[in-house]
């Protein structure tokens, strides 16, 4: 296992566990299953493990495992904050202390507050009194690290990033999504403030392993490396220095014994130009399932009505690429719930975007055609009740 360091110092394994896809068994956790992988995990150097307060029943089923070994100390934790519920300090130290009860801890090292998608989020936070709380949280010990977890646009990653002195941050960031959400922009602004960057969706929730197309594969077959798809999608990101930690939701013994294996062996910097031409053509391949031809370059933004056009054509494409529900649950989160929505529909036609796209992108007409497709009546109608929740006042 190879180790990069967090702002203290303290080592982190590469590979870190990710905790919410452990097999089910009943209605609860196959512990016996869990603890086994999570132990070979151990065995093999991997010291993070990140969890939630929503994964169900994670935080209670490694609390419980890491007692049994005794392993509490010479382990990290990360857990979240589940900032979007929470409407008063009092409720921050509701979800907090339920927490380390579940965990069966008195401290937590990495405490991100959860999927924040809009500096707004963080706004709020700030005016219940969260700074101060985090002050005190970190004073007693029981907080060691500060950070959250991301998945709105570059933009709003950026404002949050430096409003805060933060001691960690966690993007949604793979060789295909390298422009999306936070994106390179986001994970290079993060390095440079001294912040370490841990990575979630490295292969895409498993979709860049088994959902690549036949001529994805093909591409991949043909060079030399005779790497697996999962390990193409991990050396790329083990290649740039600017990565801490790379989370995988292990579930089987033989991914926890493949994703420690390329831990041990992958180099920052590995990677050669045929490596990066390869990648760059299993992308084209995948993306030929796309409907419309964004590069996510951005020159078409900012528009002044406030459309996250890349956004937007992400999510229509992600409908074709993975499924409708992925396209429209990621519209929905991503563009509908920030306080200032992004919707396509918000577009007036005033063109000033299409005169700076390099793809010659019919912008205002497929906006259009995106809004339509990732947006019918149910999910309206759904967006708007999640909207009124989020964004209502004094909510506690
Ligand atoms: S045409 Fe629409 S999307 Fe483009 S800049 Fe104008 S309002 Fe924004
Ligand atoms: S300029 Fe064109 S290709 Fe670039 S993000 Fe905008 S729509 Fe996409």
Redesign the pocket.
Known sequence: MQYRKDKGGSELSVLGYGCMRFTKKGSGIDMDKAEREIMAAYEAGVNYFDTAYVYSGSEAAIGEIFERNHIREKIKIATKLPQYLIGSRAAIDKYFNEELSRLRTDYVDYYLMHHMTDVAMWEKLKKIGILDWIAEKKRSGAIRNIGFSYHGNTDNFLKILSDYDWDICQIQYNYFDEFSQAGVDGLRAAAAKGVPVVIMEPLRGGKLVNMLPDAAKKVMRGSERGWSAAEWGLRWLYNQPEVTVVLSGMNSLEMVRENCRVADEARVGEFTESDFKTLAEVSAKIREKEKVG???????MPCPKGVD??GA?RCYNTMYIESKAAGRFQYAQTVGLTKEPAFASQCVGCGK?EQ????N?P?REKLKEADRALRPLPYKAGIQIARRFMFRKGRG
């Open positions: 964004c590069t996510g370059c951005r020159y078409c056009i890349p054509f975007c700076h796209c390099p793809q992108i912008i």
